[in-house]
Nanobody, 126 residues
Framework: QVQLAESGGGLVQAGGSLTLSCAAS????????MGWFRQAPGKEREFVAT????????YYADSVKGRFTISRDNAKNTVYLQMNSLEPEDTAVYSC???????????????????WGQGTQVTVSS
């Protein structure tokens, strides 16, 4: 199975942008539905976005819809999260997750994923 490693987090001012990357090891990345989740201090893990095997289907949490874009490059074994118009409420540890899949489905609950990265901190200052 793949292993995941996120990068691209950091400190940004409100209204700014960041792009997170999640690089996967292995040669079967296109067999995995991918998702991004986030967890703020004292809060439960929250769904952010998900993308199907070849990127034809995406789904976003209402809180990020229109501001965040998930994409994937299967040739590079990488999934991205482009975050625009960042708000202080977006501050959290962002983690990518993977689920081996044979259909063009996506998933929004953390328990539906079985492979996780270590997370990357995103801090948005006001």
């Amino acid at each position: 199975q793949v292993q995941l490693a996120e990068s691209g987090g950091g400190l940004v001012q409100a209204g700014g942008s960041l792009t997170l990357s999640c690089a996967a090891s292995g040669r079967t990345f296109s067999s995995y539905t991918m998702g991004w989740f986030r967890q703020a201090p004292g809060k439960e893990r929250e769904f952010v976005a998900t993308i199907s095997l070849f990127g034809s289907r995406t789904y976003y949490a209402d809180s990020v819809k229109g501001r965040f874009t998930i994409s994937r490059d299967n040739a590079k074994n990488t999934v991205y999260l482009q975050m625009n118009s960042l708000e202080p409420e977006d501050t959290a540890v962002y983690s990518c997750a993977a689920r081996r899949q044979q259909t063009n489905s996506y998933y929004i609950r953390p328990q539906e994923y079985n492979i996780w990265g270590q997370g990357t901190q995103v801090t948005v200052s006001s």
